[in-house]
């Protein structure tokens, strides 16, 4: 079945690095752009970075502008998401999203498969 | 950076009774903009994507309307299956964002 699964998740210190990857599978993941959309304990959803289908285009947060970078390796069926300089307010749960793109709405998406969500504890 | 102001914050209904939130846009975003339900512990559902649009699968007593600026998702007759946070978001630019959520909880 359609599926995204998360893993890379934990604690680490502030100032450190952590990687998170995305492992699609059940669709054809080359034909769709991905997103990285986070939540901090009891917070809403902060959209964090995109990425074309092809990797041609990202686009990122103002919040981790230059200290995120997002990734995929169409090959293996995998997003990342390089997180650098981590700190304590980037604590949250990580979900991957496929951006579904809507035909006849030209350049709009919707977020229609979800993961289940990484946890990155930033610690002081 | 699009705004994204969801209103009321919370809100306490009762099995049957009709549910309506707001959501409004600090810019015009035509219908790009779509409708997400989450329980605890669980990531998000798309239920309404271009603002009216019902995603597969999705029962019909949600519906959402609006264009432009404001926006409404109605639920027609609340369900215990329903009481979740419910958050709008836009795709008519990027950065994506989406609006604080509404909690609807039991009364």
């Known amino acids: 079945q359609v599926q995204l699964v998360e893993s890379g998740g934990g604690v680490v210190q502030s100032g450190r690095s952590l990687r998170l990857s995305c492992a699609a599978s059940?669709?054809?993941?080359?034909?769709?752009?991905m997103h990285w959309v986070r939540q901090a304990p009891g917070k809403g959803l902060e959209w964090v970075a995109v990425?074309?289908?092809?990797?041609?285009?990202?686009d990122y947060a103002d919040s981790v502008k230059g200290r995120f970078s997002i990734s995929r390796d169409n090959s293996k069926n995998t997003l990342y998401l390089q997180m650098n300089s981590l700190r304590a307010e980037d604590t949250a749960v990580y979900y991957c999203?496929?951006?579904?793109?809507?035909?006849?709405?030209?350049?709009?998406?919707?977020?229609?498969?979800w993961g289940q969500g990484t946890m990155v504890t930033v610690s002081s | 950076d699009i705004q994204m102001t969801q209103s009321p914050p919370s809100l306490s209904a009762s099995v049957g009774d009709r549910v309506t939130i707001t959501c409004r846009a600090s810019q015009s975003i035509s219908s790009y903009l779509n409708w997400y339900q989450q329980k605890p512990g669980k990531a998000p559902e798309l239920l309404i994507y271009v603002a009216s649009s019902l995603q597969s699968g999705v029962p019909s007593r949600f519906s959402g309307s609006g264009s432009g600026t404001d926006f409404t998702l109605t639920i027609s007759s609340l369900q215990p299956e329903d009481f979740a946070t419910y958050y709008c978001?836009?795709?008519?630019?990027?950065?994506?964002?989406f609006g604080q959520g509404t909690k609807v909880e039991i009364k």
């Open positions: 999203a496929r951006g579904w793109r809507i035909v006849g709405a030209s350049g709009a998406d919707a977020f229609d498969i």
């Open positions: 978001q836009q795709s008519s630019s990027t950065p994506r964002t």
């Open positions: 059940g669709f054809i993941f080359s034909g769709y752009g």
């Open positions: 990425i074309w289908y092809d990797g041609s285009n990202k």
